[in-house]
């Protein structure tokens, strides 16, 4: 059923919208394409947080995932931490098959390890869930627990790790007094070891093995002993370390024992828990690989089973947009480098892989640099720009959808010039899609998923929650998403006339691409972004 019209949707990864100009790198950028947008096409303002896109609250920072979830399914559900949430309030997931069968096979005769991002960010996961969970293992008869933390500075201010681990410690202290012999065993930085993802960098997740399972690599008496060592390393990329007793690693994973995964984000949770689970990885090295009963807190991609065991069933997303338009038999493409290729395919169609129709879909993965994205802020933005451009003049899709990542992955490393490179390369490869769309007629959907480096500094309030001896002077590098609102804009070359709502979120979109297609709006999606057909 083709089409008189073609869209695209261009996602510009974490471009929020924030009128201040201090630290916001995308007023501070030069952008002649986005004034020209501004000031010439409909836009509007969308919800990319909280509520909007399933999270528990509007005090929860949007994420990639949920963004491209509510996107693709053109309406809300709730997502990984509102799930688990009302899971321990129920007691549901510790009254589930998963977790009844993981504390009788580890017993009082084997050790739990808990493995995962120690703050409350609550995009990878949250500290209470892993607080419910320790506390819940005395009533198991589990008597003795490891805990492997990978620290933030990313979904949360940098400097704060300090904190998180103080509070674990104090939970900790709790479950020895009870009689469970619970401590630290390891960790390391989120983006040093363990928690890579898309196959980017799989040297992460070896060395995240090696600390982990194996006990290998610098080992202190004490946290203290930790931060003392690496008195400057910023939380992301602190240096892997070993929790040590007489000089022996305290918590090594060995056969028999147990390990929870409570990261409910997939992504950076797929590859480490193949690397618990797959008997075949030749990715990375595993010089010991001992059988464990692995459960995720989720299961990170339904389709791949990963993990085959997992404690809280994660939303199930049926009659998304790509799957309607496939039905239809519409013509996709999508593409994006390998950091944000899994964003307009798996989550972007209900957290599915893999395609609806082949003979309709072209998915195109743009293979990211393995380094540091403020070293190059315009990333893969050209090739992603000349893979699509070529498909616009060969008219090869009714509906596409691309994403550039460098708003956030050079926004999550803190460097503001950086950021604002990384924005002004984003709008050169808006002006190139425009001149093409023009020669094609393609309309364009131009937004973001959340926001991230539109507000680049701590404001006053995060400054005193992060408390770092790293920072003694200000302002202070902030590296998380943000509550901001995303821009929206809808280029059409023939210059049609479109009122937008001003008060729709992401959810809109999908309504949007099939009213823009000519198609009817489906009644399960929210409503369409445009008030009235032009």
């Known amino acids: 059923m083709p089409t008189n019209q073609n869209v695209l949707l261009v996602v510009?990864?974490?471009?929020?919208?924030?009128?201040?100009?201090?630290?916001?790198?995308?007023?501070?950028?030069?952008?002649?394409?986005l004034n020209y947008l501004r000031e010439s096409?409909?836009?509007?303002?969308?919800?990319?947080?909280?509520?909007?896109?399933?999270?528990?609250?509007?005090d929860d920072i949007g994420n990639s995932e949920v963004g491209h979830n509510a996107m693709g399914a053109g309406?809300?559900?709730?997502?990984?931490?509102?799930?688990?949430?009302?899971?321990?309030?129920?007691?549901?997931?510790?009254?589930?098959?998963?977790?009844?069968?993981?504390?009788?096979?580890?017993?009082?005769?084997?050790?739990?390890?808990?493995?995962?991002?120690?703050?409350?960010?609550?995009?990878h996961s949250h500290e209470s869930h892993l607080y419910a969970m320790l506390r819940r293992v005395l009533q198991e008869g589990i008597r003795?627990?490891?805990?492997?933390?990978?620290?933030?500075?990313?979904?949360?201010?940098?400097?704060?790790?300090?904190?998180?681990?103080?509070?674990?410690?104090?939970?900790?202290?709790?479950?020895?007094?009870?009689?469970?012999?619970?401590?630290i065993a390891s960790g390391g930085g989120r983006m040093r070891i363990t928690m890579d993802r898309y196959q980017a960098d799989w040297a992460m997740v070896e060395r995240g093995w090696n600390t982990h399972v194996l006990g290998?690599?610098?080992?202190?008496?004490?946290?203290?002993?930790?931060?003392?060592?690496?008195?400057?390393?910023?939380d992301q990329f602190f240096p892997e370390f070993i929790l040590a007793e007489n000089g022996k690693p305290v918590g090594p994973i060995l056969d028999g024992d147990g390990v929870i995964l409570f990261n409910f984000r997939g992504d950076r949770a797929m590859e480490i828990s193949q690397a618990f689970t797959w008997d075949i990885?030749?990715?990375?090295?595993?010089?010991?690989?001992?059988?464990?009963?692995?459960?995720?807190?989720?299961?990170?991609?339904?389709d791949l089973h990963i993990p085959a065991q997992y404690l809280v069933e994660p939303p199930l997303i049926q009659g998304t947009l790509g799957e309607y338009l496939a039905q239809k038999g519409l013509r996709q493409f999508a593409c994006?480098?390998?950091?944000?290729?899994?964003?307009?395919?798996?989550?972007?169609?209900?957290?599915?892989?893999?395609?609806?129709?082949?003979?309709?879909?072209?998915?195109?993965?743009?293979?990211?640099?393995?380094?540091?994205?403020?070293?190059?802020?315009?990333?893969?933005?050209?090739e992603i720009t000349e893979v699509t451009l070529d498909r616009m003049e060969r008219g090869t899709f009714d509906f596409g959808r691309i994403n550039y990542p460098n708003g956030d992955m050079v926004g999550h490393t803190g460097d503001l010039d950086a950021a604002i490179l990384a924005v002004e390369t984003v709008d050169r490869m808006l002006e190139r899609l425009i001149v093409m769309a023009r020669?094609?007629?393609?309309?364009?959907?131009?937004?973001?998923?959340?926001?991230?480096?539109?507000?680049?500094?701590?404001?006053?309030t995060e400054k005193a929650e992060a408390r770092s001896v790293l920072w003694g002077k200000s302002p202070i590098s902030k590296t998380s998403h943000t509550l901001s609102a995303v821009p929206f804009y809808l280029y059409d070359p023939k210059n049609r006339v479109y009122p937008l709502r001003t008060d729709g979120g992401l959810s809109a979109i999908a309504n949007t691409v099939l009213q823009l297609l000519g198609l009817p709006v489906q009644a399960r999606y929210d409503a369409s972004l445009i008030q009235d057909s032009p």
């Open 281 to 302: 990885l030749p990715q990375m090295q595993r010089k010991r690989f001992p059988n464990v009963f692995f459960v995720g807190m989720m299961q990170y991609d339904g």
């Open 439 to 460: 020669k094609t007629g393609t309309i364009l959907l131009i937004t973001a998923d959340h926001g991230n480096c539109e507000e680049m500094y701590l404001s006053a």
């Open 144 to 183: 003795r627990v490891r805990v492997h933390i990978l620290l933030d500075g990313r979904d949360v201010s940098e400097g704060t790790s300090r904190g998180y681990v103080k509070k674990l410690e104090e939970v900790l202290t709790e479950l020895r007094a009870a009689g469970c012999d619970a401590r």
């Open 41 to 58: 096409a409909p836009w509007a303002l969308l919800k990319a947080h909280g509520t909007a896109v399933g999270l528990p609250s509007d």
């Open 336 to 382: 994006s480098e390998t950091q944000k290729f899994g964003h307009v395919t798996y989550f972007f169609n209900g957290n599915r892989s893999g395609y609806f129709n082949a003979s309709l879909e072209e998915y195109v993965e743009v293979p990211s640099d393995n380094l540091v994205f403020n070293l190059k802020p315009w990333m893969k933005a050209h």
């Open 75 to 123: 309406r809300v559900f709730d997502q990984g931490a509102k799930l688990i949430d009302r899971a321990i309030a129920t007691g549901d997931l510790f009254r589930g098959k998963v977790w009844t069968s993981l504390c009788t096979e580890v017993g009082a005769q084997h050790t739990l390890h808990f493995l995962g991002l120690l703050s409350d960010g609550n995009v």
């Open 12 to 33: 510009m990864d974490g471009i929020g919208e924030r009128e201040a100009r201090g630290g916001n790198a995308c007023k501070l950028a030069h952008t002649p394409t």
């Open 216 to 234: 290998e690599g610098p080992r202190f008496e004490s946290m203290e002993a930790v931060f003392a060592a690496n008195p400057v390393a910023g």
